[in-house]
C-alpha cells in the first residue's frame, strides 16, 4: 500500500519527526478556520452590533475606573501632607453658599492668610495642606481646594462681583 509523502519522507530520514508533526498541526489549524467570507452576514451585522456594545460598556468601565483612581491618588495625596490643626481660634471660609470654620492656632491662620497653607475638602471633611501639595491637588481635581489665599481673587471663577473690582478684602480678617 502506498503510504503519504510525509511517512515516504520520514521513512527516508528526509524530515524529522517533530517537525512533521507540527506541520499536521498547522494544516488541521487552517482547516478549522474558516475565512471571513464564509460567515453568514446576518451574524456579521449582529456580532457588528454585539462588538460596539461591548466597546461602550468597556469604555464605561474604563472611565469609571480611572475616575476612582483619581479619587483614590487625591485621598491619598491630603491624607500624606495634611497639616495637624491645633488651636482654639475659628477661622471662618465660605463653602457651597456657607460659612464653615476650622480650628487653628496663631501661626496656621498667619499660614492660611498668607498663602503658604490651603483648605482642601475630602470627603465630608476640611484638612489644611501646605503649597507644595497644593498645586498637585489642582492637577488632580480643582474643585476640592476650597480656600486658597495664594489664588488672585476672582481667579477661580474668572470674575469679581460687579461694583467690587477695586475693593480687596484682607486676608487676615477675623469674622
Not at 15 to 34: G, P, S
Not at 47 to 61: F, H, M, P, V
Not at 68 to 83: D, G, K, S
Amino acid at each position: 500500500m502506498p503510504s503519504s509523502l510525509q511517512e515516504q519522507l520520514l521513512k527516508a530520514g528526509l524530515v524529522q519527526k517533530d517537525k512533521a508533526q507540527k506541520l499536521a498541526r498547522q494544516q488541521a489549524k487552517k482547516k478549522r478556520q474558516r475565512p471571513a467570507s464564509e460567515i453568514p452576514a446576518k451574524t456579521s451585522a449582529r456580532d457588528a452590533k454585539r462588538l460596539e456594545r461591548d466597546r461602550a460598556l468597556a469604555a464605561e468601565r474604563n472611565a469609571k475606573a480611572r475616575a476612582r483612581e483619581r479619587e483614590h491618588q487625591l485621598r491619598q495625596l491630603i491624607e500624606a501632607h495634611r497639616v495637624e490643626r491645633k488651636g482654639d481660634l475659628a477661622y471662618a471660609f465660605t463653602h457651597g453658599g456657607r460659612v464653615k470654620h476650622l480650628y487653628v492656632d496663631e501661626s496656621q491662620r498667619r499660614q492660611l492668610a498668607s498663602g503658604a497653607l490651603a483648605v482642601v475638602r475630602l470627603g465630608a471633611r476640611f484638612e489644611l495642606i501646605p503649597r507644595a501639595a497644593v498645586e498637585r491637588v489642582r492637577e488632580r481635581a480643582p474643585d476640592a481646594i476650597v480656600l486658597d489665599h495664594a489664588s488672585k481673587p476672582g481667579e477661580k471663577d474668572g470674575s469679581v462681583a460687579p461694583g467690587y473690582e477695586g475693593f480687596e478684602v484682607p486676608d487676615d480678617l477675623v469674622w
